[in-house]
């Protein structure tokens, strides 16, 4: 790529004689702009060669975190850990920031930029499952990392680590940060570490998560509302005095009809999910307690806001039907993410410099065992692995999950990765996720990723132009636009929020 200039440049000097001052400068820029091309490279490739030699340690970093399999805000001894790691590697941490015991920022360096990298490890309940292609867990109903944040920790820390000894071998100016955001899954952790201003100072933020895939993650996510509806009502004999009692089961039922009436009146990119948390204790007394456990998705916070307004007037309306009272507990709430066009072709140029890795036979025959037991005609390629997704715009109708990385992005430009860290044809949330995350092919992935942040982050250290590229960016993205977290402004962490 940058070949040609230079050849159109020393042409023009062969064939002209008599050369303008004009023209030789522009040759020499295009000189110097070789030259740090050929620098840049250089980078790249030490970087990549720190990643490597840095691996096998934070490989096993995952595994160890695999199988803790911590909930979240509890990951205790997957934070300690990263934590320990960390500090042995010569970063500065701060641990137990926003109220959030298992929250900590890992710093090195001084000065701007702030280039952050996001970490997650918290588990899912109910996904445990050995790395095995059968459906066999290690302690049945208990947690697993069915969405690989074992992984996702370990591999911002390797990132982070290798970027540290290049910043330290080359004077680079600047402060490196790992953040460790706690409970990703349902807890909203960064949204509380973004409302306390820690992300203030940061100019960019690069995170990562694993995949089927590898590619670049420009924006998207859906915007996601949580709450437990929980209805109160009165106890009675079902059968002897069933005109004295009020059901709150009633009232969560009729919630759950007034919901599917409102789903054809909705978006049709809207997601509204629910399970029954409670629903009495025996058939022959009136419930007077029950619960709705729910969770509403929509691309735009805006329409989102509109839907939820109305999922709160449905609870009301169940309550009014039933004689019941209805009480609101939000338990959790992330933003969409803001994508930046300064970043994204950054991104996906060192990804594809990274590129992906190729399974070995044994990796092989595990992921041919797991692909059959997802029950899907066609499964994806195994090459998969290998390869990288071309760069495209997002699409709000195409599947998405949501994540609190939506509030970071909102506060701070930001740009992700996905890679290759499930067997091709995994989704996240599965027990076959759990398995290839606590196994080689998910380690292999982990490293892609951790490679690719590396070398965007030195980019972004190295080039203040492309910071401000960034910001320029983000500045234009959020034009006319207002950032309010759905969380109500004087509520702590929920710590214990599952459960209750
Ligand atoms: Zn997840
Ligand atoms: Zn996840």
């Known amino acids: 790529m940058h070949q040609f200039p230079f050849l159109s440049c020393f042409l ?59 909930l979240g805000y509890h990951e205790n001894k997957s934070s300690a850990l990263l934590q320990a790691q960390l500090k042995d590697a010569g970063f500065t941490v701060e641990s137990g920031v926003a109220d959030e015991p298992t929250a900590f920022i890992a710093s090195y360096g001084q000065g701007k930029p702030v280039i952050a990298i996001l970490g997650e490890f918290d588990a899912l309940p109910g996904l445990s499952q050995k790395p095995e292609p059968e459906r066999d867990p290690v302690v049945a109903g208990a947690p697993g990392h069915g969405c690989g944040h074992n992984l996702l920790g370990s591999g911002a820390a390797l990132a982070a680590v290798a970027v540290k000894e290049y910043m330290a071998e080359h004077h680079v100016a600047g402060t490196l940060r790992y953040y460790g955001t706690p409970a990703e899954e349902g807890g909203s952790g ?16 690069l995170h990562w998560h694993p995949a089927d895939r590898n590619g670049v993650n420009n924006g998207g996510a859906l915007a996601v509302i949580s709450a437990k509806f929980t209805f109160h009502g009165i106890a009675a004999h079902a059968a002897m005095a069933p005109d004295r009692g009020r059901s709150a089961l009633d009232a969560v039922m009729l919630m759950g009809n007034g919901i599917e009436f409102m789903r054809e009146h909705v978006p049709s990119n809207t997601r509204v999910h629910y399970i029954i948390s409670k629903g009495g204790v025996a058939p ?16 735009s916070n805006a329409a989102l806001s509109e839907i939820w307004e109305r999922i709160l007037n449905i609870s009301k309306g169940a309550a009014l039907m039933t004689g019941t009272t209805v009480e609101v507990e939000d338990i959790g709430s992330d933003a969409n993410i803001i994508g930046n066009d300064a970043l994204a072709p950054v991104a996906q140029r060192n990804l594809e410099e990274v590129g992906g890795y190729m399974m070995d036979a044994e990796q092989k025959r595990f ?19 290998q390869e990288i997704e071309p760069l495209r715009p997002y699409d709000p109708n195409a599947p998405s999950a949501s ?19 499930f067997v091709p044809g995994v989704a996240a949330h599965t027990w076959q996720a759990a398995a290839s995350a606590g196994m080689s092919i998910g380690q292999d992935g982990m490293v892609v990723a951790s490679k690719a942040l590396a070398l965007t982050a030195v980019d972004l250290l190295t080039t203040p132009a492309l910071v401000q590229a960034a910001k320029a960016d983000f500045d234009k993205k959020l034009t006319g636009k207002k950032y309010q977290t759905a969380i109500p402004p004087g509520q702590k962490p929920l710590i214990d929020y599952r459960g209750k």
Request: hydrophobic fraction near 45%; charged fraction near 20%; glycine fraction near 6%.
């Open 12 to 70: 023009s000097i062969s064939w002209l004689r008599g050369i303008r001052q004009g023209a030789l400068a522009s040759c020499l820029g295009l000189i110097a702009i070789a030259a740090q091309a050929q620098s840049t490279s250089q980078a790249h490739k030490q970087l990549e060669k720190l990643v490597d030699e840095h691996a096998a340690n934070w490989k096993q970093v995952s595994k160890q975190i695999w199988d803790y399999a911590e």
């Open 190 to 205: 960064k949204v509380y570490m973004v409302r306390d201003g820690l992300f203030k100072d940061v100019d960019v933020v």
């Open 284 to 299: 022959n007394i009136v419930p007077d307690l029950a619960q709705l456990d729910l969770m509403a998705r929509h691309p």
């Open 367 to 385: 992921a041919e065992a797991l692909q059959k037991t997802m029950g899907i005609d066609t499964v994806p390629s195994l090459d998969q692995t």
């Open 403 to 421: 994540t609190d990385v939506g509030d970071v992005s909102w506060a701070v430009p930001t740009i992700g990765f996905g890679a290759a860290t």
